[in-house]
Nanobody, 115 residues
């Protein structure tokens, strides 16, 4: 079992920044990657950023150049630094962790960007 605790969401003006955190505990040795998804009202959940166990990263086209995913292996934590935020970034952001036997999701954290 893997437990995930997210933090860092909030309300910010367009052009501002936020940093999300997701701390993993439990069977962390089974973790294959740590990802961020988001879901805006009335829309499907979409993949935002990926970081593999080896540190390879990938981003959705809509956030490239603005968002940065990173991880601190000593703290078993993944971060999403979000800069130059836009109103269309407003969504609930979820930490997603594929592990050996199943996929785990965080509880979600709301990010609201005002224009």
């Amino acid at each position: 079992q893997v437990q995930l605790v997210e933090s860092g969401g909030g309300l910010v003006q367009a052009g501002g920044s936020l940093r999300l955190s997701c701390a993993a505990s439990g069977s962390i040795e089974s973790i294959l990657a740590m990802n961020w998804y988001r879901q805006a009202p009335g829309k499907q959940r979409e993949l935002v950023a990926v970081i593999t166990r080896g540190g390879t990263t990938n981003y959705a086209d809509s956030v490239k150049g603005r968002f940065t995913i990173s991880r601190d292996n000593t703290k078993n934590t993944v971060y999403l630094q979000m800069n130059s935020l836009k109103p269309e970034d407003t969504a609930v952001y979820y930490c997603n962790v594929p592990a050996a036997l199943r996929v785990y999701w965080g509880q979600g954290t709301q990010v609201t960007v005002s224009s």
